[in-house]
């Protein structure tokens, strides 16, 4: 990589979930500087480096990486292809950042493509969190399905609920029972936009009786995750809870901003683990095999640079992953 | 001013309101009994209670709720055990904490624990105690319990008949009789919650007669045949309910005398997870009788039970049909 | 007789033990695998809890091993383990299994323990005296086997190698079934203790206390609960947990009237909370957390199976222990579809809440 004169240090945060890959970067005080939002389209490992990629392009001069942090589902393996610094659990970054941007935030609502939680915070402090269970239901994948099924580009969903005037009501939790419902009550011959808000209601009620059940929400209120971009959940949010509801400006990247701001947290001026921008041009893959060395017969990630296995996870005793202790020197 | 006293319209209610209701109608209190269930009050249950509950508790959330800003007390009784060999599903042992910790601003909680099964906690002991709590002497409330029990063991008798109370379904049996159509014999097991909340089931009792069937259910099987069955399979089984569903299910099976039979159940219902595999392995063995288990979930829909039922009868039909053109 | 039991905790070694010397002979299923647990699901009715899934896994393997007998407790509710026993044998036999089946009774009280007892020692032919060492040896074993876990729970978190614990926990395991002798025994201890003693640690760390509570099966066996204790150890956390084999035995035999964190202690605790003791472990669930509190345990994860009737109770019932008495729980409703990235997620984020409580409760007491 080239060397520019490096004055700004840069910290860098990527949320590699099921559905999508945020990447954020951001300075000393904490400001974002460049971010980026692309889809995972279930591997990760591409998606990663396509994103490395633009961010790069993105990224303003003069900044110098000084730490990544990895977070999302794809954490650890992402934390070994780029060398973090950081690697944490979603829940706790997004925390960080709701926190970063709003000091008095009590409640966090978080709605991802294929998971979503709800955050409880108080005084600063993260106090009680919840997540979906296996189900799709109150998460983003809910309208996904239907946006298909009605044939409305999903991005438009927002702006079909604004314009109803009295929402449908869809019953049912999972998306196979709700597209029932839809079906019928399209069949009766409601209209499209009271059909596209049922849903957006349906999504939110779903929510607050699995992922938030039991949770005490209090404002301020804030809304983040892929699914804040649609208007028509938020007014929804705020028709069920009677409160004010936020959307941050970077709803959609928050994880990986959290992400920055722990490494940035945590580096204070120690030496970064992070291999540069190179990494998105290297090849690499994922080995799974099952390691029948005990009887506990672990399954084994073994990962792949240039054909030559440089890292190893998932097993319980330790053994594969103290084979090659430290990464690798690219 | 009277007293009032607030009764769920869920879980055991729906096999001991004759002994509750005469209970405190006796002793002079105002009871009121929450309303049918209905999609409002389930899902406002829905609000309250824990995923990890089953529907029917999760139902009694919502029906405690419509109750709370109208009564003086709330009956909760904590029935462990009413007959010394078995006893009920431990959830509702726990209701009244449940709901007292889950939902604010609850009136008292009557909460009588009867448990024959250990001295001092028996019925009688339990409901004198509560009466106590009221302010009735216990001369007194002997006298109503004893009403009460009668009442209920009236109740008993008459469904063993066949004659179900209104206040479980409203039976039209008579007009039907004299038609002179009935062709297909059903017997419907299952907890008594499942069986006679029709916002529960979809109203499948209804269908089920509406289609021209004499309804039998477990209710009409004494309780000496069903002991007899009991003794038969090997295995005393514990759970009262899971007993009587067990029992009056093998009864109905080995008697021949039906041509279908049912059994209503709901999602993480641990009784019925193991009673239902013993039954429906006797049904298999047996070879003849048609065989449904309906198991309602939250996500069940009006529409699939009713394709459901609808088509299980139709079959039952198309069979009977087919057998007398046989003939 | 070959005798199969299911796996629970380390169970086997102690049967295993008193199997060598003095009877039956034991045809232990293999270590509870991926297979055991997708058997079970193949064969179990869809609506049962995960430890029947898992136990009849456990018994289809081991009847492909060659046992012919299976043995198994029941009991008489309200939990449905008491009614595995007929519904198991229906599925063994309907997949053409010959077996014959023992139910072990939950019964409390000691007569009865003692005739069975001497009834199935005649049956064996072995002296009283016999017997007798080959239980006191089979009892050892296991309370050293617990020994072993409770020392792994506290060097866990502080080693610096992942994974060594973890590995001298099942070198010392082994060492333990293979003792043929007390003498034996006595050497696999010292070994034992030896071995963790050179475990390489950071004595500096001040690992935060967890405490596993909930349904026992859920909590004692490791396959069961996707190794959580391990998975905590490794984040850091020192874990203990609610149930042991040996303290369900005490209790089973009215031994344990004077120990302070026992069952009956903890039942006990959970009165101002759940009035009437309901069974299982439902109560002692609630009150474990309350006891340990004063261990210094600061925060509870309760384990049940998805569907369990009891431990529901609790769960419910926890929320508002967990409100009064400020101790963090976290609940996991544990079925075959709860996967281990989801696990993690919610491990990680709740020991990030609990570090971040204690500092937060550093620094209050810093500036009072």
């Known amino acids: 990589m080239e060397k520019r004169g490096h004055q700004v240090k840069g910290y860098l945060g990527i949320d590699v979930g099921s559905v999508s890959t945020d990447l954020a970067v951001i300075d000393q005080e904490g400001r974002v500087l460049c971010h980026q939002y692309l889809l995972t389209h279930g591997q990760p490992i591409l998606a990663v480096q396509k994103g490395l990629k633009e961010i790069q392009a993105r990224l303003p001069e003069g900044v110098e990486i000084c730490g990544v942090g990895t977070t999302g589902s794809a954490r650890q393996l992402t934390g070994i292809l780029v060398g973090a610094d950081v690697v944490k659990n979603e829940i706790t970054a997004h925390a960080v950042a709701s926190i970063h941007f709003y000091p008095e935030v009590r409640t966090v609502l978080e709605i991802g493509g294929q998971d979503s939680k709800i955050i409880i915070i108080r005084d600063g402090l993260v106090i009680d969190f919840g997540m979906n269970t296996v189900c799709a239901a109150g998460t983003g994948s809910f309208l996904d399905q239907q946006a298909l099924r009605l044939n409305v580009p999903i991005e438009a969903f927002g702006e079909y609920a604004l314009r109803s005037e009295s929402p449908v009501r869809i019953a049912g939790r999972c998306t196979v029972f709700a597209e029932s419902d839809m079906i019928h009550k399209q069949q009766m011959g409601c209209h499209l936009n009271d059909i596209i808000a049922g849903l957006c209601d349906a999504l939110v009620r779903n929510y607050l009786n699995n992922v938030a059940k039991g949770k005490e929400i209090r404002s301020p209120i804030i809304f983040q995750g892929g699914v804040a971009a649609n208007q028509g959940i938020r007014k929804a949010f705020e028709r069920e809870l009677g409160e004010e509801i936020l959307v941050p400006q970077y709803y959609h990247v928050m994880g990986a901003i959290g992400a920055a701001l722990l490494t940035k947290e945590k580096m204070d001026g120690a030496e970064t683990q992070f291999k540069g921008f190179v990494v998105s041009e290297i090849k690499c893959r994922t080995l799974n095999f099952i390691c029948k060395d005990c009887e506990n017969h672990c399954e084994v990630v073994e990962f792949i640079v240039e054909e030559k296995p440089i890292s190893y996870w998932g097993d319980r005793c330790g053994k594969w992953e103290s084979e090659i202790k430290k990464g690798i020197s690219l | 001013m009277t007293i009032r006293i607030g009764i769920p319209r869920a879980l055991l209610y729906y096999r001991y309101f004759p002994l509750w209701l005469t209970f405190f109608k006796e002793l002079g209190f105002d009871v009121l009994v929450s309303n049918p269930s209905h999609r409002e009050l389930v899902e406002e249950g829905f609000r309250y209670a824990d995923d990890d509950n089953c529907i029917p508790i999760k139902m009694a959330f919502g029906h405690a709720l419509t109750l709370r800003d109208q009564v003086d007390f709330l009956f909760v009784p904590r029935l462990l055990s009413l007959e010394r060999k078995s006893c009920f599903c431990p959830r509702t042992g726990g209701l009244p904490e449940m709901l007292r910790y889950s939902i604010p601003n609850l009136p008292p909680i009557l909460d009588p624990y009867v448990d024959e099964r250990h ?28 009403k009460a029990i009668n009442a209920y063991q009236e109740f008993r008798e008459k469904s063993r008949r066949g004659d179900l109370n209104p206040e479980l379904i409203s039976v039209r049996r008579k007009e039907r009789f004299s038609q002179d159509v009935l062709e297909k014999k059903i017997a419907v097991v299952g907890h008594p919650y499942c069986l006679y909340d029709p916002f529960f089931n979809f109203n499948a009792l209804r269908l089920i007669e509406d289609s021209k069937a004499i309804l039998l259910t477990q209710e009409m099987v004494s309780p000496e045949k069903i002991d007899l069955e009991i003794e038969r399979l090997g295995k005393d089984i514990y759970w009262t309910f899971g007993r009587e569903i067990l029992g009056a299910g093998l009864h109905y099976l080995h008697s021949g005398q039906i041509d279908g039979l049912i059994y209503l159940t709901c999602f993480s219902c641990g009784v019925d997870s193991m009673i239902e595999p013993l039954l429906s392995h006797k049904v298999k063995e047996g070879g003849t009788t048609l065989y449904l288990c309906i198991m309602v979930d939250e996500h069940t829909g009006a529409g699939g039970m009713t394709t459901r039922l609808e088509a299980f009868l139709e079959t039952i039909e198309r069979r009977k049909r087919f057998h007398r053109t046989q003939r | 007789m070959k005798l199969a039991v299911p796996h629970i905790g380390n169970l086997n070694i102690m049967l295993g033990a008193i199997g060598r010397l003095v009877g039956p002979e034991f045809v232990f299923p293999p270590k509870t695998s991926q297979r055991t647990l997708s058997l079970g699901i193949k064969y179990s009715p869809s609506s049962t809890c995960l430890p029947f899934k898992f136990i009849l896994g456990n018994f289809i393997e081991a009847l492909e091993k060659g046992a012919d007998t299976i043995a198994m407790v029941s009991d008489h509710g309200p939990c449905r383990v008491g009614m595995y026993d007929v519904v198991m044998q229906q599925i063994l036999r309907d997949l053409g299994f010959n077996f014959t089946w023992i139910s072990m009774d939950d019964t409390r009280l000691w007569s009865h323990y003692v005739q069975r007892f001497n009834k199935e020692r005649k049956k064996w032919d072995v002296s009283l005296l016999k017997t007798l060492r080959a239980l006191h040896l089979g009892w050892r074993k296991l309370r050293l086997c617990e020994k072993v876990e409770r020392l ?88 203990t947990r609610t149930v042991w084999i040996t ?122």
């Open chain 2, 119 to 146: 001295r001092g906690s028996s019925l009688s002991s339990s409901f004198l105690e509560m009466a106590k709590r009221l302010g009735i002497r216990s001369i007194e409330a002997k006298g109503s319990l004893k």
């Open chain 3, 152 to 239: 792994a729970h506290r060097v866990r978190p502080l080693e610096i190698e992942r994974g060594e614990t973890t590995r001298v926990e099942l070198q010392c395991l082994r060492l333990i079934d293979e003792a043929e002798n007390l003498k034996q025994l006595q050497k696999a201890c010292d070994e034992s203790v030896y071995l963790f003693d050179r475990i390489k640690k950071d004595s500096k760390r001040r690992p935060i206390k967890v405490l596993i509570t909930g349904e026992g099966y859920m909590v004692i066996n490791p396959h069961a609960n996707q190794e959580i204790e391990r998975k905590l150890g490794e984040m850091g956390v020192e874990v």
């Open chain 3, 247 to 368: 303290q369900k035995i005490s209790h089973a035999l009215g031994l344990d009237l004077f120990h302070p964190r026992s069952k009956r202690s903890a039942i006990k605790a959970s009165k101002p909370y759940l009035r009437y003791n309901l069974g299982g472990e439902c109560n002692s669930s609630i009150g474990y957390p309350i006891l340990f509190k004063k261990d210094g345990y600061e925060a509870a994860i309760q384990l049940l199976p998805l569907g369990c009737m009891l431990e529901a109770v609790a769960k419910n019932i926890l929320v508002k222990v967990s409100r009064e008495h400020d101790i963090p729980i976290l609940t996991f409703s544990l079925d075959e579809n709860l996967s281990e990235t989801m696990v993690m997620t919610r491990l990680g984020a709740f020991v990030d809440l609990l570090q971040k409580r204690r500092e937060r409760k550093k620094i209050g007491r810093r500036e009072s």
